[in-house]
């Protein structure tokens, strides 16, 4: 059982208002990962880190940024959310780069009106 | 390009047949290969992971195979129930990339 965590699981908010979107793992895992999924589209990685204090941008661009002070947290901040970025975010995590088995948090639904 | 596809787009079935989906990478050059499920609106389930020195992995009525040089992967899904319904994508991280990349997933329809 995969034990990563993702909080709210579904948001709606208002056009400019600031919001983070959290994403826990207590696997102790190094790399983690956030994509961001259109209904019934492909997934498109955001952002990654390969540990504290990494953070590197992901094959689609976004106004979205990360930190990551600490293995287990990995969250996710829009400073000013527009209806563009309505969709949903999936936050995952692997053991390793490579061989290890990539988890995945159950996502956040985000409705910006 | 390190690519990944996946064929057919979309799968509908009656209950109790067998069938087979398909994946398919542009370089052999992988760590392992990962099948995923997922149900509308919610996270990637992960299914089996097979070893880049595995041939197959089963678990319960699913069977995943590996062929890397031809860059090919099987996942076989043995007497089909609605449950079964959702969207399965298969992961590769290749050796010379710093992600998994992601197939755009085979939509599977299981008719009672």
């Known amino acids: 059982e995969a034990d990563i965590y993702q909080t709210p699981r579904y948001l709606v908010i208002g056009t400019g208002k600031k919001i983070t979107l959290e994403c826990s793992q207590t696997m102790g895992h190094d790399k983690m990962y956030w994509y961001q999924q259109d209904p019934g589209m492909e997934l498109h990685l955001i952002h990654y880190?390969?540990?504290?204090?990494s953070t590197e941008k992901g094959d689609l661009s976004s106004e979205s940024t990360v930190s990551r002070i600490r293995t287990e947290h990995f969250p996710l901040t829009l400073e000013s959310a527009r209806p563009s970025h309505t969709s949903q975010y999936l936050c995952?995590?692997?053991?390793?780069w490579g061989w290890g088995e990539q988890y995945f948090g159950p996502g956040t639904r985000l409705t910006v009106t | 390009k390190q690519e990944v596809t996946q064929i057919p787009a979309a799968l509908s079935v009656p209950e109790g047949e067998n069938l087979v989906l398909n994946c398919s990478f542009t370089?052999?050059?992988?760590?392992?290969l990962q099948w995923f499920r997922q149900d509308p609106g919610k996270g990637l389930t992960s299914l089996l992971l097979?070893?880049?020195?595995?041939r197959e992995q089963t678990s319960g009525r699913l069977n995943a195979s590996l062929d890397k040089s031809s860059g090919r992967s099987t996942l076989y899904i043995a007497a089909s129930q609605p449950g079964d319904s959702a969207t399965y994508l298969c992961a590769v991280p290749f050796f010379y990339g710093q992600n998994f990349v992601f197939g755009p997933g085979t939509r599977l329809s299981v008719l009672p």
């Open positions: 880190s390969y540990g504290v204090n």
């Open positions: 995952a995590s692997s053991e390793a």
């Open positions: 097979i070893q880049s020195s595995q």
């Open positions: 370089d052999s050059a992988i760590y392992n």
